[in-house]
C-alpha cells in the first residue's frame, strides 16, 4: 500500500501560479518501478491527465497544458511538485496525484484528491 496527499491552496487567484505538493509515503519516488503523475477532474467532466514525472527526473506534460505545466520534485522529502501559471476559472478542479506502475500499465495508487477554486 502506497499512501499519496496532496496539499496545496484551496483558493487561487486567475493569472496566478496554481502550486500543489504530493507527500508519498510507503515507496520512493526514485524507485525504477514508476512514474509519478498529477491527474485533475473539473466539475461534471471527466479526469484530465496533466503531467509526470519518471523516477529518473524526466518529465512529460499534455500537449494542451504543457506551456503552462512544471512538475518537480524533492527526493529529500520524497514529493512531487505541481505548478500550473496563468491559471482561469477554467483550470478549477479536483486535483489528484497518482503513482503509474510499469509492470502493471496502470496508475494503482492515488491520492483522495484536493480542490482548487480559480477565483478573485
Known amino acids: 500500500q502506497v499512501p499519496l496527499q496532496e496539499s496545496g491552496p484551496g483558493l487561487v487567484k486567475p493569472a496566478q501560479t496554481l502550486s500543489l505538493t504530493c507527500t508519498v509515503s510507503?515507496?520512493?519516488?526514485?524507485?525504477?518501478?514508476?512514474?509519478w503523475s498529477w491527474i485533475r477532474q473539473p466539475p461534471g467532466k471527466g479526469l484530465e491527465w496533466i503531467g509526470n514525472?519518471?523516477?529518473?527526473?524526466?518529465?512529460y506534460y499534455s500537449p494542451s497544458l504543457k506551456s503552462r505545466t512544471s512538475i518537480s520534485r524533492d527526493t529529500s522529502k520524497n514529493q512531487l511538485t505541481l505548478q500550473l501559471s496563468s491559471v482561469t476559472p477554467e483550470d478549477t478542479a479536483i486535483y489528484y496525484c497518482?503513482?503509474?506502475?510499469?509492470?502493471?500499465?496502470?496508475?494503482?495508487?492515488w491520492g483522495k484528491g484536493t480542490l482548487v477554486t480559480v477565483s478573485s
Open positions: 514525472i519518471r523516477y529518473s527526473g524526466d518529465t
Open positions: 510507503g515507496d520512493s519516488i526514485t524507485s525504477n518501478c514508476c512514474s
Open positions: 497518482a503513482r503509474y506502475s510499469r509492470a502493471l500499465a496502470a496508475m494503482d495508487y
